[in-house]
Antibody, heavy 116, light 106 residues
Framework: EVQLVESGGGLVQPGRSLKLSCAASGFTFSNYYMAWVRQAPKKGLEWVATISTSGSRTYYPDSVKGRFTISRDNAKSSLYLQMNSLKSEDTATYYC?????????WGQGVMVTVSS | ETVLTQSPTTTAASPGEKVTITCRASSSVSYMHWYQQKSGASPKLWIYDTSKLASGVPNRFSGSGSGTSYSLIISSIESEDAATYYCQQKSSDPPTFGAGTKLELK
């Protein structure tokens, strides 16, 4: 059974940093692109970042480019999202997702609140 | 960026009725994917590559479309189908989602 379990969320002040983690199990992690998708409270879904199988290629929308960094550790079957210079508009539930051209498995999500 | 516009934004239907949700893309895309999200839960892949049902999805659901117009169709709605449905494309970067269609049961 595919499982994705996020951790690392919480309350953080504007301008500060936070790192999210996602522990994957139930599939060969190194064979799949992985992604982060977020959802602001009572809003829709927004893609945040994607990483290739080896980690050599990463992709971001303009809204987070230069502030967020996605990475992975295939030996640990883990995905990460380093978020710097956080803004109030980054407040959202962040989901880890497996990405074979679409998002076929999602984690339970972790809440990030950016507020002073 | 390819903008996806879903309609309707909200709809209500009685059990047994047919429901159609439409997703229009601002430029042509090759495939459309659909997700179901129930309140307080994570999204689930529902339909992928325009018309393929994800594992466990009832066959009362179907997907169709091409180019800039795609649809998710429920042939005979049941109470468990109440949820928000999102379309999503990855034919052009960045991947984008529609704003969602909230489906309620009367």
């Amino acid at each position: 059974e595919v499982q994705l379990v996020e951790s690392g969320g919480g309350l953080v002040q504007p301008g500060r940093s936070l790192k999210l983690s996602c522990a994957a199990s139930g599939f060969t992690f190194s064979n799949y692109y992985m992604a982060w998708v977020r959802q602001a409270p009572k809003k829709g879904l927004e893609w945040v970042a994607t990483i290739s199988t080896s980690g050599s290629r990463t992709y971001y929308p303009d809204s987070v480019k230069g502030r967020f960094t996605i990475s992975r550790d295939n030996a640990k079957s883990s995905l990460y999202l380093q978020m710097n210079s956080l803004k109030s508009e980054d407040t959202a539930t962040y989901y880890c997702a497996r990405e074979p051209h679409y998002f076929d498995y999602w984690g339970q999500g972790v809440m990030v609140t950016v507020s002073s | 960026e390819t903008v996806l516009t879903q309609s309707p934004t909200t709809t209500a239907a009685s059990p047994g009725e047919k429901v159609t949700i439409t997703c229009r893309a601002s430029s042509s895309v090759s495939y459309m994917h659909w997700y179901q999200q129930k309140s307080g839960a994570s999204p689930k892949l529902w339909i992928y590559d325009t018309s393929k049902l994800a594992s466990g999805v009832p066959n009362r659901f179907s997907g169709s479309g091409s180019g800039t117009s795609y649809s998710l169709i429920i042939s005979s709605i049941e109470s468990e189908d109440a949820a928000t449905y999102y379309c999503q494309q990855k034919s052009s970067d960045p991947p984008t989602f529609g704003a969602g269609t909230k489906l309620e049961l009367k």
